[in-house]
């Protein structure tokens, strides 16, 4: 039998967003190629929670209960079984280092082809294609697989699809572990950066780009979003230099989010950030370009230097709240 297999991440009794989206995705790519969409949990997982991949459609859910999660070895021993047994030609799985290391350990375990940092896939002649940018992405790359194919996406770049009500097949699987998978344990397991901002939740983000100049340059946004009581968002590239968290990132690789204001300081307005916050309902930008593609479909467009501009709008807030 030739399948997709996803490999679903879950925490604290919820399947995280990049993980829904890689099933979403193994499930609409078996749907084209006539094939079925598999996914495999590890650890303490319910049935119900287990059966509950099926709504994002798949149709059998791999569960190995009594290998540790969160570390990338035992779950390369898992999934290697369960391609062996079921004869999947490919491995999905969404971004995130911990992606990235178990599709890594899983294509030299099985010597397939693997493409990581992956924002497209398509099912060309039966087979599956994947696309990744390349050179700062400025250009994209396209892969294809001589036999077995791991993909794994770029952080959140799979969507999730609409849940259909559906439940899966529960298996359960007995894996030997292999004796240097079982050399790590877990000692400790949570969110490092960005934990307190709930940017999803906020009515006001505050997002700074490159036009901050560095890292030094958030102050500035910071200082606003607390006089407003909002939080303050990035530009993937910024979060790539290093300049702010990645927990912050707006846009097509980054969170979604729908505030009541989207101030952009320093932010050109490239598409991939745009479908991040396109639904706010007031965006306003800050750019020294009044070229700047942002100006385009923003709700209020200042053009001027934000060093100087932010400043005087947060001490203008503060002085209206006095
Ligand atoms: C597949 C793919 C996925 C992507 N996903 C995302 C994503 O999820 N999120 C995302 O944000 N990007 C994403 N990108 C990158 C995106 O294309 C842009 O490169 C990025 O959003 C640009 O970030 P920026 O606006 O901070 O930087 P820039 O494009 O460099 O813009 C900086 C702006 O600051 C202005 N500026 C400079 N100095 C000042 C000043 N003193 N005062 C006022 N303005 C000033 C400049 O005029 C300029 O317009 C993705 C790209 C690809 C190919």
Known sequence: MSGILAFALHYEGAYNKNSLGAVSEAARLADQLGVEA??????????????????????RVFRASGVPEGLAQPVVDVMAKVIDDNGHDYALFGGGLLGFEIGAGLAARLNAGVTMEVTRVDAVDGRLTAERPIHGDSSVSTSSYKDRGIIIGRLNAFETASPTGATAAVEDVEVALSPFSTRARMVRRGEARGEEIDIEGADHLVAGGRGLGGPEGFELCEALAEALGGAVAATRAVVDAGWYPYSTQIGQTG????????????????????????????????????????????DLGVVGDLNKILPRLTEAVRAKKR
């Open 255 to 298: 969170k979604t989010v729908s505030p009541k204001l989207y101030l952009a300081a320093g932010i050109s307005g490239a598409v991939q950030h745009k479908v991040g916050f396109q639904s706010a309902q007031n965006i306003v930008a800050i750019n020294k370009d009044a070229n700047a593609p942002i100006f385009e479909y923003c």
């Open 38 to 59: 598999h996914a495999v949990v590890v650890g303490d997982v319910s049935d119900e929670l287990s059966a509950s991949l099926g709504d994002w459609g798949v149709t």
